[in-house]
């Protein structure tokens, strides 16, 4: 009996081992985007102006988006939507705008008239751009923006990104998830001064003008909460950067001074790019992160001690910073409601980034104790010096 264990003893030393690798996988293996879908992020923007003549809906959704959308609309498969396919399919893709939105006066569809359909790019990627025209609203009028497109999918990041010009009132709002519809009620810009515009996920009725201010605030306020936590759940690289930042050995004074250069150093340039005052190419932005992402990973393999890190973690993380302004500078959102957005998206950021550090710390802390410890934070940090690798080699090279 005694040969028995003694033969197997090892078995039950590296039990703990091997678990801890497996969580280490598969820590790295959920910032990888499925492959169900050829991108990872899916968002739109909608530009909206309403005034006594007529209604403007300019609708833009990234290309890769409309792809996955029409079936054989890109005949030679190599995911870029050219101008020729776009003429060939032209109807179909106006009956997949036609179909995927709607604009409501009340509980009455109104029909489109679609003006024109082109390929647009913002930063580095490709967008299309449709402009629609509806019939005109008057103040009075309940107005129900609905988007379906990819309602249907449970596991959807889909964002729909809405700046709108409401009788000379501009206007935001987010739709994500499975609140679809972006309601509101015009009004006398004169008279209701910036109260009724903004949009209002629940409908509401005429009668609820007195209202909308209130129920705007929190709709407001939530929304772009929300979008920050799903722009950072799907910011796979964030995600990696920040699983490699705590992946050696340090003490909570040194894992908090990380965590608090990280949030100081991305909200200073997520602030400075939304308002314009920072501009730096997307691809070098991606590429840097992905490089800061391989570069902690090494430093967890071959230094000694981990001091300082806190230090390159605000620099990389003003660069981390910038790749999370991208969203919201392509809303366009007037400087009077910019302060609000810019607060609550970072508020979201923020939420998920502790929840992350508060689940990882315990797993870490039990990690750091097993005697086998350090192989499991090589071979975890090899595992994110490839992913980082292959990031930055598709960022500078594709």
């Known amino acids: 009996m005694g040969a028995f264990f003694e033969k197997h003893r090892m078995f039950y030393i590296s039990r703990p081992l091997i678990l801890s690798l497996l969580a280490i996988i598969l820590l790295v293996w959920i910032t990888i985007p499925s492959k169900a ?39 030679n498969k190599n995911f870029v939507l050219e101008k020729s396919e776009i003429n060939k399919n032209k109807h179909h893709l106006e009956e997949l705008i036609e179909e995927g939105l709607t604009l409501d006066k009340g509980n009455k569809e109104q029909t489109p008239t679609i003006e024109s359909m082109k390929l647009v790019k913002k930063e580095n990627k490709e967008y299309l751009s449709t402009t629609m ?8 009028d309940t107005i129900n923006y609905n988007d379906g497109f990819y309602y249907h999918d449970t596991a959807t990041n889909y964002v729909d990104l809405i700046t709108a010009s409401i009788y000379g009132e501009s206007s935001e709002g987010v739709i994500q998830g499975k609140e679809r519809t972006w309601t509101f009620l015009v009004t006398e810009a004169q008279q209701e001064q910036g109260q009724t515009t903004q949009p209002d996920a629940a409908h509401v009725q005429p009668d609820s003008a007195a209202k909308p201010a209130e129920k705007t605030a929190v709709t407001s306020w939530f929304s772009f909460f929300k979008l920050g936590m799903l722009h950072i759940l799907t910011g796979y690289d964030h995600l990696l950067f920040l699983l490699a930042l705590l992946l050696r050995k340090q003490t909570f004074k040194q894992y908090a001074a990380i965590v608090t250069a990280f949030t100081i150093a991305h909200s200073i340039t997520l602030s400075l790019a939304v308002l314009g005052w920072v501009t730096l190419p997307s691809r070098f932005v991606e590429a840097v992160i992905a490089f800061s992402i391989c570069y902690v990973a090494l430093e967890n393999i071959f230094r000694k001690e981990i001091r300082y890190r806190w230090s390159i973690t605000f620099l990389f993380g003003l660069i981390h910073g910038l790749g999370f302004a991208t969203i919201l500078k392509e809303m366009s959102i007037p400087k009077s409601h910019l302060a609000v957005a810019l607060l609550n998206f970072n508020l979201g950021i923020e939420a998920v ?24 934070i090589t071979y975890g940090s090899y595992a994110i010096v490839a992913l980082g690798a292959i990031w930055l080699f598709q960022r500078l090279f594709l």
């Open 37 to 75: 879908s050829a991108h990872a992020y899916s968002a739109s923007y909608t530009k909206m102006t309403v005034d006594g003549k007529h209604t403007e809906v300019v609708f833009t959704l990234d290309t890769l988006s409309v792809i996955e959308l029409v079936p054989h609309l890109d005949a």
């Open 133 to 140: 025209t509806f019939p005109a609203f008057s103040p009075g």
């Open 353 to 376: 980034q502790l929840t992350i550090v508060l689940l990882l710390l315990p797993l870490l802390s039990y990690l750091f104790k097993l005697k086998n410890s350090g192989k499991v």
